[in-house]
């Protein structure tokens, strides 16, 4: 009687395991198949925004209007930062904020100065919003805003 006890033990134990392996593995096939097409940029190694690969910002959505808001760390306080908004791309809702540096100075101190952008666009609520840096693709992580907030009392606390 024991034996069957620890038999059926051993059973369920391994139909437990050989479980978790199967779903690790189609969740796994899962995820392959998900994963989009990573686009491989080259990256100028003299240039100084090279370390520039994400860009954090508080995102509004005060209807139909977004508004996204932050700064960038610069190298010197000579660059400026210029952005402009483009719609479509890969999905037909996907909205596109290109950040651009202007720099025509010819020398500047090397003296770390943030530059804020404020970019509104109009857009539906649920819009893919991505974003690139001097034509090269950089993360865009959007922290959404509180409720009663609004783009004018935006403050640079940003975390996330």
């Known amino acids: 009687m024991e034996h069957k006890g620890i038999v059926a033990s051993v059973v369920v134990l391994a139909l437990i395991i050989t479980g978790m ?3 690790a593995f189609l969740k796994r096939a899962e995820i392959e198949e998900a994963k989009p097409t990573q686009i491989t940029e080259v990256v100028d190694s003299d240039s100084p925004y090279k370390n520039i690969t994400r860009i954090d910002a508080k995102h509004y959505y005060i209807t139909p209007r977004h508004t996204i808001v932050g700064e ?3 190298p ?3 660059d400026l930062l210029n952005w402009s908004t483009r719609s ?3 999905v037909s809702n996907q909205v596109t904020v290109d950040f651009e540096v202007i720099n025509h100075a010819e ?3 090397d003296v770390i100065t943030p530059q804020r952008f404020s970019v509104p ?3 539906d609520e649920d819009a893919l ?3 690139t840096f001097n034509g090269r693709t950089v993360d865009l992580n959007l922290v959404p805003a509180l409720q009663g907030e609004v ?3 935006f403050e640079l606390f940003i975390k996330g």
């Open 21 to 23: 392996f199967v779903f």
């Open 72 to 74: 960038i760390i610069m």
């Open 76 to 78: 010197t306080p000579c």
């Open 88 to 90: 479509g791309g890969v």
């Open 107 to 109: 020398s500047c101190a």
């Open 121 to 123: 666009f109009d857009a």
């Open 129 to 131: 919003i991505t974003a």
């Open 151 to 153: 783009p004018e009392d």
